[in-house]
């Protein structure tokens, strides 16, 4: 029967496992525990091919407990139902290690139903996911477990998978088939930390080259596009659209760049242009206050035309706004007015500011509003906040040279 190459390579011991040195090595804390023998009930988050289901293994192997696996895209209650009717029978005399993949597929019954035997030890969880667990799985599960977060492969660790691959294939087919350094630094990178990609490109390149040698343009016509990562709902998703966010106000193009890069790669259009429009007023802000019509100018060309062509405007766009002087002055200031308002410190309208339908209704006195383009400079001095929050301040001039100016402009005013 047919073996795919990832599986057949599967390790069988936590030195084989490539990557994950941050929990994996001499003192890390997933080693010193399966080594402890004592395992708990854990949750492994992380992308795929990281080696999740793998560590799994290993640690079932290392136990005296019965593994059961469940998926939970295809599983329901009445798999689980079926694992606890062999609790406490010959067939698991020592307890159930319950690995279940994708456990955000299931619902919080599902994953309550577990809770009464995880927590008197009778079965052992161990859960992976791809999605951020703290959202995904229920606090009951989550109280009760240990997380471990698994990382992308480094490329120089996928290497080490890749020729363990060449040699396991070159020595079941009998052929002498040569990965040059390049084809394989190659692999090892496009997989994007994916493993089994890495691993199911040597596959398939030994079912198609007849020469003797494997040559970069065969290597970047299997690999290609192959390390993106991208789940429009799932965590990529959010991660690449915040790293953009961030890039443009830690005023890094390059980085901005590579991850609108991302995104359109990944065809999210959309989401680009509604992080690039909000950076324009929540980083710049008052320190370029045409940063707003300038982005809109390139957000609405871009979505006029569409991709390929819209990689244009929103790289301006980005470079831009990353270029851009930086205040987020009015974020604080309206944060802070919020604040005040959902704390309930509203007050009564000024009766200088009320609506002049009031005049006449029976009010101890007129409106007596005053125009401020009746005085000089534009201004006059008049109570606008209700009087519960007479003199609370808002709004901080940045130190940027457009609010500074500002400033001074409404100083001399004021005096």
């Known amino acids: 029967m047919y073996q795919p190459l990832a599986d057949e390579l599967r390790p069988t011991t936590l030195d084989d496992v490539v990557g994950q040195k941050h929990i994996l090595n001499e003192n890390g804390m997933l080693r010193r525990i399966i080594e402890s023998g004592q395992i708990p009930n854990m949750i492994f988050y992380g992308p795929s091919g990281t080696g999740k289901t793998t560590i799994a293994r290993i640690i079932a192997d290392r136990t005296n407990r019965s593994l059961r696996k469940l998926n939970a895209t295809t599983a329901g209650i009445a798999d689980i139902k079926a694992i606890i009717d062999e609790l406490d ?40 996911t791809t999605e951020n667990p703290y959202f995904t799985v229920f606090n009951a599960i989550l109280s009760r477990s240990t997380v471990f977060e698994f990382k992308p492969v480094a490329p120089e660790d996928a290497a080490i998978a890749v020729r363990r691959a060449i040699d396991l294939k070159n020595a079941s087919t009998g052929r002498e088939l040569v990965f040059p350094d390049e084809v394989v630094r ?13 691993l199911n490109a040597v ?16 290597a970047r016509d299997i690999s290609q596009r192959s390390a993106m990562r991208y789940d429009r709902d799932g965590d990529e998703h959010f991660d690449a659209l915040s790293a953009l966010m961030k890039s443009l106000r830690g005023s890094d193009p390059d980085a901005a760049l590579h991850y609108l890069a991302r995104l359109l790669e990944a065809g999210d259009l959309i989401g680009a242009c509604r992080r690039i429009l909000c950076s324009a007023s929540e980083d710049i802000g008052l320190a370029y206050p045409l940063a707003v019509p300038i982005v809109k100018a390139c957000v609405d060309s871009a979505l006029q035309l569409g991709l390929p062509e819209a990689r244009l405007h929103l790289a301006e766009a980005c470079i831009f706004l990353a270029t851009c002087p930086k205040s987020n002055s009015g974020v604080m200031a309206i944060d802070s007015a919020i604040a005040d308002v959902r704390a309930g410190h509203v007050g009564s309208f000024p009766r200088e500011l009320q609506n002049v339908h009031a005049d006449g209704t029976g009010f101890e006195r007129e409106q007596g509003y005053k125009y401020p383009h009746e005085f000089p400079g534009h201004w006059v001095k008049q109570q606008y906040l209700p009087d519960d929050l007479k003199g609370r301040v808002y709004y901080e001039y940045g130190d940027n040279k457009v609010e500074q100016a500002a400033k001074r402009y409404w100083e001399e005013i004021k005096k």
């Open 89 to 128: 029978t010959l067939l698991t005399p020592g307890g159930v290690l319950l690995y279940l993949d994708e456990i955000q597929y299931f619902n919080k019954k599902q994953q309550q139903s577990l809770l009464e035997f995880i927590e008197d030890g009778r079965i052992t969880l161990i859960a992976s």
């Open 186 to 198: 190659h692999l090892s990178l496009a997989c994007g930390g994916d493993v089994r990609k890495a």
């Open 203 to 218: 596959e398939i390149l030994f079912s198609v080259v007849s020469g003797d040698t494997v040559t970069i343009e065969e």
